[in-house]
């Protein structure tokens, strides 16, 4: 008779997810801000640092961003984008070149201005993005249609002069990828900043479990000197919006600016078309706003640094500890990210721990499981529990794994339809932001007044034109003229 590998169908009950059983991180319904803030600092993900604006990446929540980092460089690399590194610093007047550029940047730019002791001739701005160096660049070393296209993308660091500070939110310096392209022709550049788009999309809905908005950026909220923006919205517990990855395609008006000229097939000099796209740690915060309950992280596990925490019971009995590690190996040599913990710390201590950390399954092990040649594995996005044959066990957590991942995006994308609704006139939009907080959709006749109006009554702003339009309504919520443009709107991190 085959053995049947997979978790038995019998279980006990899991404890209620609404419960709180962590008393040290606020309860998330009373206080979303403290429970965030408390989530990331009892996890270990980051810690405020001595120097204003800035934050400490524990080893924990850069593991995190190491692992986004690799799925998405792996998805970079096989549409064949390659990595390069420019200059923290950009001299002023390069930065001055784009007046629109400039302009959106220019409240958040921090600028050195000595060297040592001595006063520079020409200050240096730490890079808030870094267009202008890329375009520098590729004035200098594109010379023919057959050196294009240019596929760059650099994983650094750049800062903003921000006047708070949110981890992983809001810091003055962070970290991220920026991309930035040259093409032969503005069909390409435009192709190229959709493509990203999708990525961007795998991204957060195959390895993060969050589900997304794909659309284009109004006018008024895409990027300085961009000829269209493209973005990604996600929707938070508390019904904020957070842009989660955007990308631009530049036409040719920073190649105008800076000379990108080539030489095509028939010998005439023609302008570059470029874009650039990028994501940031931000990532790690829509993770914990996402998924995260009142007793800490939830973590999907593509990106989980420790998919299994192992936990001896009775570990000073003969034999358990030695099972644990046996089975540790086991898991890891299938590729499952596992730990043991053999502390002197409590098993109680070290089930509370692992939720907090939001390890995505708890392998429990003692005397009478190894007895019976079977072990008991605890959910963390459930907090189901269940007993597992040993045999083959390997197969039975990455099923699990797999499992819980999809679970996640299942809950999110509930939660997401749940709390997207409609509105045909600003009293509507503005009762529902008050009240039942998240997306709105509404038509909008394209008028800026009519954009300024709703971010200045609404506190709302446009997140984005959904590639998939629906007719909410006819005329524009604020203005009651005809409109066949629905936007959705949110308040937003």
Same mark, same amino acid.
């Given at each position: 008779?085959?053995?049947?590998?997979?978790?038995?169908?019998?279980?006990?009950?899991?404890?209620?997810?609404?419960?709180?059983?962590?008393?040290?991180?606020?309860?998330?319904?009373?206080?979303?801000?403290?429970?965030?803030?408390?989530?990331?600092?009892?996890?270990?993900?980051?810690?405020?640092?001595?120097?204003?604006?800035?934050?400490?990446?524990?080893?924990?929540?850069?593991?995190?961003?190491?692992?986004?980092?690799?799925?998405?460089?792996?998805?970079?690399?096989?549409?064949?984008?390659?990595?390069?590194?420019?200059?923290?610093?950009?001299?002023?007047?390069?930065?001055?070149?784009?007046?629109?550029?400039?302009?959106?940047?220019?409240?958040?730019?921090?600028?050195?201005?000595?060297?040592?002791?001595?006063?520079?001739?020409?200050?240096?701005?730490?890079?808030?993005?870094?267009?202008?160096?890329?375009?520098?660049?590729?004035?200098?070393?594109?010379?023919?249609?057959?050196?294009?296209?240019?596929?760059?993308?650099?994983?650094?660091?750049?800062?903003?002069?921000?006047?708070?500070?949110?981890?992983?939110?809001?810091?003055?310096?962070?970290?991220?990828?920026?991309?930035?392209?040259?093409?032969?022709?503005?069909?390409?550049?435009?192709?190229?900043?959709?493509?990203?788009?999708?990525?961007?999309?795998?991204?957060?809905?195959?390895?993060?479990?969050?589900?997304?908005?794909?659309?284009?950026?109004?006018?008024?909220?895409?990027?300085?000197?961009?000829?269209?923006?493209?973005?990604?919205?996600?929707?938070?517990?508390?019904?904020?919006?957070?842009?989660?990855?955007?990308?631009?395609?530049?036409?040719?008006?920073?190649?105008?600016?800076?000379?990108?000229?080539?030489? =095509?097939?028939?010998?005439?000099?023609?302008? /570059?078309?470029?874009?650039?796209? #990028? +994501?940031?740690? &931000? %990532?790690?915060? !829509?993770?914990?706003?996402?998924?995260?309950?009142?007793?800490?992280?939830?973590?999907?596990?593509?990106?989980?640094?420790?998919?299994?925490?192992?936990?001896?019971?009775?570990?000073?009995?003969?034999?358990?500890?030695?099972?644990?590690?046996?089975?540790?190996?086991?898991?890891?040599?299938?590729?499952?990210?596992?730990?043991?913990?053999?502390? =002197?710390?409590?098993?109680?201590?070290?089930? /509370?721990?692992?939720?907090?950390? #939001? +390890?995505?399954? &708890? %392998?429990?092990? !003692?005397?009478?499981?190894?007895?019976?040649?079977?072990?008991?594995?605890?959910?963390?996005?459930?907090?189901?529990?269940?007993?597992?044959?040993?045999?083959?066990?390997?197969?039975?957590?990455?099923?699990?794994?797999?499992?819980?991942?999809?679970?996640?995006?299942?809950?999110?994308?509930?939660?997401?339809?749940?709390?997207?609704?409609?509105?045909?006139?600003?009293?509507?939009?503005?009762?529902?932001?008050?009240?039942?907080? #998240?997306?709105?959709?509404?038509?909008?006749? !394209?008028?800026?007044?009519?954009?300024?109006?709703?971010?200045?009554?609404?506190?709302?702003?446009?997140?984005?034109?959904?590639?998939?339009?629906?007719?909410?309504?006819?005329?524009?919520?604020?203005?009651?003229?005809?409109?066949?443009?629905?936007?959705?709107?949110?308040?937003?991190?």
């Amino acid at each position: 008779m085959p053995q049947d590998n997979s978790p038995k169908s019998k279980s006990k009950a899991a404890p209620p997810q609404d419960k709180k059983r962590v008393e040290s991180i606020a309860d998330m319904n009373q206080d979303f801000a403290q429970w965030y803030t408390d989530v990331v600092r009892k996890a270990e993900l980051a810690e405020y640092s001595k120097t204003g604006g800035c934050i400490i990446f524990r080893p924990y929540g850069f593991a995190i961003w190491e692992l986004i980092r690799q799925h998405l460089d792996a998805d970079l690399v096989a549409t064949g984008h390659e990595n390069v590194y420019m200059p923290m610093l950009i001299p002023e007047h390069m930065l001055q070149m784009e007046k629109d550029h400039i302009e959106g940047f220019a409240p958040e730019v921090a600028w050195v201005t000595h060297g040592g002791t001595e006063e520079l001739t020409e200050r240096f701005c730490i890079r808030p993005t870094s267009e202008v160096l890329f375009c520098a660049h590729y004035a200098d070393t594109v010379q023919s249609y057959r050196d294009l296209p240019k596929l760059y993308n650099q994983w650094c660091n750049v800062m903003r002069w921000e006047k708070t500070t949110r981890p992983f939110l809001r810091t003055r310096e962070f970290l991220w990828q920026e991309g930035h392209t040259a093409h032969a022709t503005a069909e390409e550049s435009l192709s190229e900043a959709l493509l990203i788009l999708d990525s961007y999309t795998k991204l957060a809905e195959e390895k993060l479990a969050i589900p997304v908005i794909r659309g284009q950026k109004t006018e008024r909220e895409k990027f300085a000197g961009a000829l269209s923006t493209y973005t990604i919205e996600s929707l938070m517990h508390d019904g904020k919006a957070l842009q989660s990855g955007t990308t631009h395609d530049f036409g040719d008006k920073f190649a105008k600016v800076f000379g990108i000229q080539y030489l =095509d097939k028939n010998n005439q000099l023609q302008y /570059a078309h470029q874009s650039s796209w #990028g +994501v940031s740690t &931000r %990532l790690i915060g !829509g993770i914990i706003m996402v998924h995260g309950d009142n007793n800490g992280l939830v973590l999907p596990p593509p990106i989980a640094p420790i998919q299994t925490v192992i936990i001896p019971v009775a570990a000073h009995k003969p034999g358990v500890t030695e099972k644990a590690a046996e089975l540790a190996n086991l898991l890891k040599q299938a590729g499952i990210r596992t730990k043991v913990d053999t502390s =002197d710390h409590s098993p109680g201590w070290k089930f /509370a721990e692992y939720e907090m950390k #939001g +390890v995505p399954i &708890r %392998l429990e092990i !003692g005397p009478r499981d190894i007895e019976a040649n079977q072990c008991v594995l605890a959910r963390r996005d459930t907090g189901e529990k269940t007993t597992a044959s040993l045999e083959n066990l390997e197969t039975t957590v990455t099923q699990l794994l797999t499992d819980i991942r999809d679970n996640m995006y299942k809950k999110a994308a509930a939660r997401l339809s749940q709390s997207t609704y409609t509105a045909t006139s600003m009293d509507e939009l503005k009762s529902i932001l008050d009240t039942t907080p #998240g997306f709105v959709k509404a038509m909008w006749c !394209g008028s800026d007044a009519c954009e300024v109006k709703i971010k200045e009554d609404a506190t709302a702003t446009s997140r984005c034109i959904p590639f998939q339009q629906e007719r909410v309504g006819d005329t524009c919520l604020v203005c009651n003229k005809p409109s066949d443009k629905m936007v959705v709107w949110g308040r937003a991190y």
